[in-house]
């Protein structure tokens, strides 16, 4: 089992509608979650950071957890074709290291 | 406030020589780290410097991978001798000192390396 899973995708929305990129995590004890969005050949661009259980929002972004199903998605409102590229779910390692620990992505294509 | 910077872009190399990658963090942070994606897998943790001391070095592969970072600003990454196997792109990655931001990081442009 991989330690951060994603869909691979492509996931294709339709520009306008709402895209939900998902993950999940396999260690409990995680604390920080992050999403990072990477255009083809370029280096990941940070977008979302949550902490907590809940919802954060920011701009047209949605960051979602839930600890106890170990579950962490981020929804895109009114997705533009801009938004399309790979979305990187990263979680930070239960120990005293700082390192990311990253899933495989997922491709978002959002459609004219 | 400019960003990560790495050089170089490329390089291609052949297998057995001696490649340097050099990564300039943004200014003010502490927290250095070096990542890799090589073909069809995700990005992986090489190493993380605070300052100029390694605070974690286990992901890196092999002691043919050297890390550096003189006086706590950049740092450069040797690979002495490539092996073909260590074509991918490395990333460098930096992220404030103090929280809760210090989990924040972020990433510079990546060196494709490519070893023939």
């Known amino acids: 089992q991989k330690e951060v899973e994603q869909n691979s995708g492509p996931l294709s929305v339709p520009e306008g509608a709402i895209a939900s990129l998902n993950c999940t995590y396999s260690d409990r004890g995680s604390q920080s979650f992050f999403w990072y969005r990477q255009y083809s050949g370029k280096s990941p661009e940070l977008i979302m950071s949550?902490?907590?259980?809940g919802d954060k929002e920011d701009g047209r972004f949605t960051a979602q957890l839930n600890k106890a199903s170990q579950y962490v998605s981020l929804l895109i409102r009114d997705s533009q074709p801009s938004d399309s590229a790979t979305y990187l779910c990263a979680v930070k390692g239960v120990d005293s290291s700082y390192k990311l620990i990253f899933g495989s992505g997922t491709r978002l294509l959002v459609r004219p | 406030e400019a960003g990560v910077t790495q050089f170089p872009s490329h390089s291609v190399i052949e297998k057995g020589q001696t490649v340097t990658l050099r990564c300039d963090p943004i200014?003010?942070?502490?927290?250095l780290y070096w990542y890799r994606r090589v073909m069809g897998k995700e990005i992986k943790f090489l190493l993380h410097?605070?300052?100029?001391?390694?605070?974690?070095e286990s992901g890196m592969p092999n002691n043919r991978f050297l890390a550096e970072r003189t006086g706590g600003t950049y740092s450069t990454l040797k690979v002495q001798p490539a092996e073909l196997e260590d074509s991918g792109v490395y990333f460098c990655?930096?992220?404030?000192?103090?929280?809760?931001?210090?989990?924040?990081?972020?990433f510079g442009p990546g060196t494709r390396l490519t070893v023939l």
């Open positions: 410097f605070v300052k100029e001391s390694k605070q974690d």
């Open positions: 990655a930096s992220s404030h000192p103090g929280p809760p931001s210090y989990n924040e990081q972020f």
């Open positions: 949550i902490y907590s259980n």
């Open positions: 200014s003010g942070h502490d927290n």
